[in-house]
């Protein structure tokens, strides 16, 4: 079965702090890795992965794979009171068709002043 | 500027009543998706459709029935509401493959 992993569940931290969320994978047939951001409503595209080693960057957002650890990270520096979210990581495989992606279960952020 | 809307928001049912949750997306994506979120459990995969004429059980399809009426429209049924199904139901749709786009959700509590 496949199984998606985030740690921590929650955390909070003050602002201008530096996290770092992770997120290991068990899967079959792996594809890419996605983040996405959920405030109070839909979640939000952040960042997909596909190869090991190579940074995404979003201001100051970032993530990296290592495939062969079968884990992501995903960096957060000098936090934002707007920064409080779930942060959730899913894994995509190529099994059959357009399979769905798989999610863990988010790391609830909070940053406080 | 649509993208994936949901209806209702917000709606609250009794035990054993039935209900329709409705989705349509205008960025003529094939896949279409319904996920349950509840507090610790991340968004778990209720039903989904591949493309149009298909659709498939997720890892928590119990209770629920799903119809695709169309590329753009795909409807998750609740025929006998229960309890359990307390939660907040997003849809979302996507291309070919990866990024998923969410709808806003709806609030559904069963009394």
């Not at chain 1, 792996?30 to 839909?42: D, I, T, V």
């Not at chain 1, 190869?51 to 990296?64: A, C, H, M, N, P």
């Not at chain 2, 949750?21 to 319904?34: I, K, P, R, V």
């Not at chain 2, 778990?44 to 298909?54: H, V």
Request: proline share 3%; with cysteine.
């Amino acid at each position: 079965e496949d199984k998606v992993v985030q740690s921590p569940l929650s955390l909070v931290v003050h602002e201008g702090d530096t996290v770092t969320l992770n997120c290991s994978y068990e899967v079959t047939n792996f594809r890419s890795l996605l983040w996405y951001k959920q405030e109070k409503k839909a979640p939000t595209f952040l960042f997909m992965l596909t190869s090991s080693g190579i940074e995404k960057k979003s201001g100051r957002l970032s993530s990296i794979l290592d495939k062969k650890e079968l884990f992501s990270i995903l960096n957060i520096t000098a936090t934002q009171t707007g920064d409080s979210a779930i942060y959730l990581c899913a894994v995509e495989t190529s099994n059959s068709g357009n399979t769905p992606l798989v999610f863990g279960k988010g790391t609830r952020l909070s940053v406080i002043a | 500027n649509a993208g994936v809307t949901q209806t209702p928001k917000f709606q609250v049912l009794k035990t054993g009543q039935s209900m329709t949750l409705q989705c349509a997306q205008d960025m003529n994506h094939n896949s279409m998706y319904w996920y349950r979120q509840d507090p610790g459990m991340g968004l778990r995969l209720i039903y989904y459709s591949a493309s149009e004429g298909t659709t498939d059980k997720g890892e928590v399809p119990n209770g629920y029935n799903v119809s695709r009426l169309n590329k753009r429209e795909f409807s998750l049924r609740l025929e006998s509401a229960a309890p359990s199904q307390t939660s907040v139901y997003f849809c979302a749709s996507s291309a070919l493959r990866g990024t998923l786009h969410f709808g806003n959700g709806t609030r559904l509590t069963v009394t």
